[in-house]
């Protein structure tokens, strides 16, 4: 199978990059790691007519700690991501998520970037970067602009990135000693996108209790979103079994599963209540609960 | 058209090639190295896998354009001065393959798994091969050829990385 025809260039800066997108408006699109974008191409349910491929930019790639946060460049590959001891330690979900993602091909290739602006709905990395409470930085002919995870993720496949904008970087705020995070999902046994992928970053205060809570869920519905309930279950108290059981409860009430091949609604949300277990029980661990 | 340079197998070449032309279309059909294989072509089995700067990738989801510059490793080019990689040996005498066509992707993807980790257990064998589907075999056998491989590359210290 082929794509239909299209013209490609890789310039080697953002100018360059950003003039392309502006001279060929619908027509263009950005190429990061291809694994989304090419097997649509080639089955022909997507046909630009301009492709602008992102890797000769320098600075678009590396992982780096600067001021209470962590910059990740936006044409970093999960391989990067699952390898770097900086994510490991200071991200341990990101790290979770980016070694489950696919298989090692597709890790090798696949970016962050490319992951968040594409926004699958069973995709990895928007549900953690909920649960990180991400910055996306997004630069334009009109500026750079900076837009919290909540506010990214619009829809299904739906961003808040204009065709004419590039993600160029992910900021996540880094966590203080008594915060621990996970992710863990239930892995299609075809594909091994999500059928549900839970992330959850916990912060304890000194008495054990839960300060504040970040849970999101993806897979089970349109898009990633936040459970504002279950976080609230867990605030204030000591990050118990029970205290956990109830807040997947309610990360498992707040989902919206199709039936498909895969399962009915009720085996979905058991899916979901389970995950969101673990997920809870290892990010409690690693916050020295 | 675009002009693309590449190494392919230690060997410098220049073409023209469309945008559209996929990684594994260049192999197979330009320069004729057929052993890298098109499966499934919608990047889920694995057959077309060859190493990009030392990489496993899916030579069906990588355009050709995208490797310009790159450095490429195709099943033809691990044998060394007549010798074969010991991973096709290991292949060989452990059975690890009945019809063959999964093959060469199997040994790309082990070449790439023995570079990151040279003492796999069976268990992260067989996560590191998950890109890559087999018809025939069940995966026995390969993983049994992927772990002796893997022992005696130990014992004779070849590096995995082949250029
Ligand atoms: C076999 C297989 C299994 C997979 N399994 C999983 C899985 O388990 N979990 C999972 O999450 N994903 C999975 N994926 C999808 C994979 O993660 C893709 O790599 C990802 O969705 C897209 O990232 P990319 O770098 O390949 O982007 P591309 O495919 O190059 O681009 C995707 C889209 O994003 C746009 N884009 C890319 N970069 C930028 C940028 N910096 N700024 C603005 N727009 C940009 C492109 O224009 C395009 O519209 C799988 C893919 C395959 C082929
Ligand atoms: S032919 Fe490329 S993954 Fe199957
Ligand atoms: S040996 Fe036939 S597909 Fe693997």
Redesign the pocket.
């Known amino acids: 199978m082929y794509p239909a025809s299209f013209s490609y260039s890789s310039p080697t800066s953002l100018d360059d990059a950003l003039a392309l997108l502006a001279e060929h408006g619908e027509d263009a699109?950005?190429?990061?790691?291809?694994?989304?974008?090419?097997?649509?191409m080639k089955l022909r349910f997507?046909q630009?007519r301009y492709l602008?491929d992102?890797r000769r930019i320098a600075n678009?790639s590396g992982i780096e700690r600067s001021a209470g946060e962590l910059k990740i460049g936006?044409?970093s590959?999960?391989a990067a991501l699952a390898a770097s001891d900086l994510v490991r330690t200071l991200v341990p979900m990101l790290a979770d998520?980016a070694a489950?993602?696919?298989?090692p091909?597709?890790?090798n290739?696949?970016?962050?970037?490319?992951?968040?602006?594409?926004a699958?709905p069973?995709?990895?990395?928007?549900t953690v970067m909920l649960a990180a409470d991400a910055q996306m930085a997004?630069v334009g002919r009109r500026g750079t602009r900076v837009i919290p995870a909540q506010a990214f993720f619009v829809g299904m496949l739906t961003?808040s990135?204009a065709p004419d904008?590039?993600?160029?970087e992910i900021r996540i705020p880094l966590a203080d000693a008594r915060e621990g995070s996970a992710y863990d999902?239930c892995?299609?046994p075809a594909?091994?996108?999500?059928l549900v992928?839970v992330a959850a970053s916990i912060r304890l205060a000194a008495d054990g209790t839960v300060l504040h809570a970040r849970i999101a869920v993806g897979g089970m519905g349109p898009m990633a979103v936040r459970v504002a309930g279950a976080e609230a279950a867990l605030k204030g108290h000591a990050p118990t079994a029970e205290v956990r059981h109830a807040a997947a409860a309610l990360v498992a009430a707040a989902v919206d599963p199709q039936e498909d091949l895969q399962g009915t609604v009720a085996y979905k949300r058991n899916l979901a209540q389970v995950y969101a277990e673990r997920a809870l029980a290892s990010a409690v661990h690693r916050a020295g609960g | 058209m675009a002009q693309i340079t590449v190494t392919v197998n230690g060997t410098t070449e220049h073409h023209d090639v469309e945008p559209r032309t996929l990684l594994v279309h260049f192999l197979r059909e330009r320069l004729s190295l057929t052993g890298t294989h098109v499966g499934c072509d919608?990047?889920?089995c694995g057959a077309c896998t060859v190493l990009l700067d030392g990489a496993s990738v899916?030579s069906c989801?990588v355009l050709a354009v995208q490797a310009d510059g790159a450095s490429i490793t195709t099943i033809e080019g691990i044998a060394k001065d007549g010798q074969y990689h010991p991973l096709q040996t290991a292949f060989w005498e452990q059975h690890g393959l009945q019809c063959g066509f999964c093959t060469p992707g199997m040994i790309m993807s082990s070449i790439d798994l023995l570079r990151r980790n040279p003492s796999p257990s069976e268990a992260e064998i067989r996560a590191g091969l998950e890109?890559n589907i087999c018809r025939c075999t069940g995966y026995h056998n390969i993983v049994n050829a992927v772990a002796a491989a893997a022992e005696q590359m130990r014992a004779a210290a070849t590096p995995a990385h082949v250029n």
């Open positions: 699109k950005l190429l990061a790691g291809g694994h989304s974008l090419l097997p649509l997507a630009p602008v992102l678009l936006a044409m590959t999960y998520a489950q993602i696919g298989d091909q597709v890790r290739r696949g970016t962050i970037g490319g992951s968040l602006a594409h699958d069973a995709a990895d990395l928007p997004v961003t990135l904008e590039v993600l160029t999902k892995r299609h594909s091994r996108f999500a992928g | 919608t990047s889920q899916k989801t890109g």
